[in-house]
């Protein structure tokens, strides 16, 4: 093998090594700044069609719902409750239960990335820490502008029906 490789145990000492120590870290935190650049704007992208698609739905619905609000009238049941039943069913289908499902199969993701990579468990108490900060601003950011266009859509429903003074 030695007499086959001659030229791969060769070294010329005046070549210089390609990978120069600050060079090798300042391609590493570049990287590091790029892939949170990316998964930031991922972040928003994702927080944005999601208030995108439950608007597309609530407005392909809106028929639908006035013909409930409608109904509903009919029989007599007060305006404050029909805002709510709306709000509650849209909430409920719209944000709650697909959130829930997010979170699951984001934590059952997580352990087993965790695991794959076998973490240590203070990198696995740090990254936790930072990922809950993360999905608590992610979750709370999106139900309060959720909230705001479900009550802006259902009070839009109640005077497009009956007028501001139902």
């Not at 240590?120 to 990254?127: A, E, F, L, N, W």
Request: hydrophobic share 50%; with cysteine; glycine share 4%.
């Amino acid at each position: 093998f030695k007499e086959r490789h001659v030229q791969d145990g060769k070294y010329d000492a005046t070549v210089s090594s390609y990978y120069v120590k600050e060079e090798g870290v300042n391609a590493v935190q570049t990287e590091r700044i790029m892939k949170k650049i990316m998964n930031t704007l991922l972040l928003i992208l994702f927080f944005v069609m999601n208030l995108m698609l439950v608007l597309i739905k609530m407005l392909s619905e809106k028929d639908m719902n006035q013909k409930r609000v409608q109904f509903f009238n009919c029989m007599g049941m007060r305006k404050r409750d029909r805002i709510a039943l709306l709000r509650k069913e849209i909430l409920r289908y719209c944000h709650i239960l697909p959130m829930a499902i997010a979170l699951v199969l984001a934590i059952a993701f997580t352990m087993a990335v965790f695991h794959a990579r076998m973490y240590t468990s203070v990198d696995i108490y740090r990254s936790i820490r930072q990922m809950v900060v993360l999905w608590g601003m992610y979750i709370g950011g999106s139900t309060v502008l959720l909230w705001i266009m479900v009550t802006i859509y259902t009070h839009k429903l109640e005077v497009e029906n009956y007028g501001s003074n139902s």
